[in-house]
């Protein structure tokens, strides 16, 4: 397996930790994995995941809290309506009280 692959499997890993009714920033999962300028790679790893629902990637969103990653889904409402399901509060594709949802991996789990 090359490193990117790893990679790549190691943000799958991570994101099903996430908690139902919590979000994380695409920066916290790469500075958990030891590769703090990697947002974008976390990007791409959850890019092709969308459908997948064993993958809660719907649980990852930009530093601000906003829903960067909607149009990777089925279709551009699927994961904010997601997240509101499971608690969170949206609007304009946006996390409110976003501190108030976010799980920091590197606080969170002990490994």
């Avoid at 909607?70 to 399901?85: A, P």
Wanted: proline fraction near 3%; include cysteine; hydrophobic fraction near 40%.
């Amino acid at each position: 397996m090359n490193k990117m692959n790893h990679f790549f499997k190691d943000v799958i890993d991570v994101v099903k930790l996430i908690p139902k009714g919590k979000v994380t920033t695409y920066g916290k999962i790469a500075s958990f994995l030891g590769s703090v300028k990697s947002s974008r790679s976390v990007g791409w790893a959850l890019n092709n995941l969308s459908c997948n629902n064993e993958v809660p990637a719907h649980r990852v969103v930009n530093r601000k809290g906003l829903l960067t990653g909607k149009f990777h889904f089925k279709d551009e409402y699927y994961m904010q309506n997601k997240l509101i399901e499971e608690g969170v509060m949206v609007k304009n594709n946006e996390v409110l009280n976003f501190n108030d949802y976010l799980w920091d991996p590197i606080k969170d789990l002990t490994l």
